[in-house]
Structure formats: C-alpha cells, structure tokens
C-alpha cells in the first residue's frame, strides 16, 4: 500500500531562518510521482513541485529547494531564508504509475509559522 | 492565470439534505478529480472522472455520493443524504495530462452539515 509520512505536525522559526520539511514515503511501484503542495490560510491548496520516480536530481526554486532520495524514500523541502508569507501548511503527496492510478495521496502535512 | 473554480465557499445543511457542490475545471483539462478534508486532517481522494466517466473512486465515495459534468465546463458532487461526518472541505482539481498528472485545485467548499 501507498504512504505518506510526514512526521513534523508543526514548526516555528523566526524570519531568514531555513527550515527543512520531512516527507517519507512507501510504495511497491517503481514508477511513481512526487508532489509539494502548499495551503497558506486561504484554504486552497496550491502546486509547489512534481518529482518522478526516475529523477533523483536535487531542485532548486528561488528560496525553496527539494531533495529527493530514493535509499532512504525521503522527498525533504528547504526553504532558505524563510519569510512570513510562507506561513502555511505543506503537504507531500505520492501518486502510483499513470496506467494504474492518478489519485493522489497525501500526507498530513506539516504547519509552518513564520514570525517576524 | 486560469484557475479551478468552486462554489460555493461554504455551504451549511441539515443532516439528511442533497447537496451539490460545484466546481469549474480548467478549461482545457480532461481529468477532474474531488478530494476532502475534514477539519485538520490530511487531504483524501474521493473519485477522479475522465470522459463522462468514473475512473476511480475510494471507499469513502459510497453510494451516497455522485458525480456529473453535465455540461462542457462544469463538474459536480452531489451527496443524497448528508450525515455530520461529511462535513468538510471538499476540493475540486484538474488535469490536463494525466500522465505528468500535475493536479491544479480550485479553493474549496467548506460543507458544514448541521
């Protein structure tokens, strides 16, 4: 069966400090997909990244950086010099081979409080 | 930027009432998917439709709930007969390929079942 563990419930770090979010995840697939999504208070739920299975290469977007490890089935999010509008809660999520499911499955996320 | 589209933002019923909540995917996406929340859990799969079709659908998504494109731009979930634990945040999302699988989701409907 599918899993997303996100083992941080929730985190606090003052403005310009980086902050790591954990995500590990179980599968039997071999292709799979791995996503970032962010709920800042609005509500919605808003698209950060998608990894595949076959792409181990670490991602870098401005202040938000990915590193993705297939030996320890981690998919870590950085953020550097963290700002208060990242104040949100941050899902990973996992989803299975496109020719058998494209549902996907979230973690429970982690909420992140930015204070000035 | 488009967008999905959902309302309304929040809708209040009695126990025991149809409700329909509605959500406008993107316009060029073939894949809609409905996922829920309940209150400070983690997201979880509903039912994913493509070409007027159920593709899949999770055990939450009982012979309670329906869904339906009755037109060429919006996609529907119906609940027959509301009980409390539905009450949620319902997301709607889109997808144009299912293979890159990028799901863009709309705001939400925050149903509160009274």
């Known amino acids: 069966a599918q899993k997303v563990t996100q083992a941080q419930t929730e985190i606090s770090v003052v403005e310009k400090e980086d902050v790591t979010l954990d995500c590990v995840y179980e599968?039997?697939?071999?292709?799979?997909?791995l996503f970032w999504y962010k709920q800042p208070p609005s509500g919605e739920l808003v698209f950060l990244i998608r990894?595949?299975?076959?792409?181990?290469q670490n991602e870098i977007s401005g202040r938000y950086s990915w590193n993705f490890q297939k030996s320890t089935s981690s998919f870590n999010f950085t953020i550097t010099a963290s700002q208060v509008v990242d104040s949100a809660v941050y899902f990973c999520?996992?989803?299975?081979?496109?020719?058998?499911?494209?549902?996907?499955?979230f973690g429970t996320g982690t909420r992140l409080q930015v204070f000035p | 930027e488009p967008e999905v589209t959902q309302t309304p933002s929040h809708q209040v019923t009695q126990m025991g009432q149809e409700v329909i909540l509605r959500c406008v995917p993107i316009?060029?996406?073939?894949?809609f998917y409905w996922y829920r929340q309940i209150l400070g859990q983690k997201v979880e799969f509903l039912v994913s439709?493509?070409?007027?079709?159920?593709?899949?659908k999770s055990e939450i998504f009982d012979d309670q709930f329906s869904v339906e494109r009755p037109d060429g731009s919006n996609f529907t979930l119906k609940i027959r007969s509301t009980k409390l634990e539905d009450s949620a945040m319902y997301f709607c999302?889109?997808?144009?390929?299912?293979?890159?699988?990028?799901?863009?989701f709309g705001a939400g409907t925050r149903l509160s079942v009274l």
């Open positions: 316009s060029n996406h073939l894949y």
């Open positions: 999302a889109s997808t144009r390929d299912r293979g890159i699988n990028i799901q863009y």
């Open positions: 599968t039997r697939d071999t292709t799979y997909y």
């Open positions: 990894r595949n299975s076959f792409d181990e």
């Open positions: 999520a996992l989803s299975g081979p496109s020719y058998n499911t494209d549902k996907l499955i």
């Open positions: 439709f493509y070409n007027n079709e159920i593709s899949e």
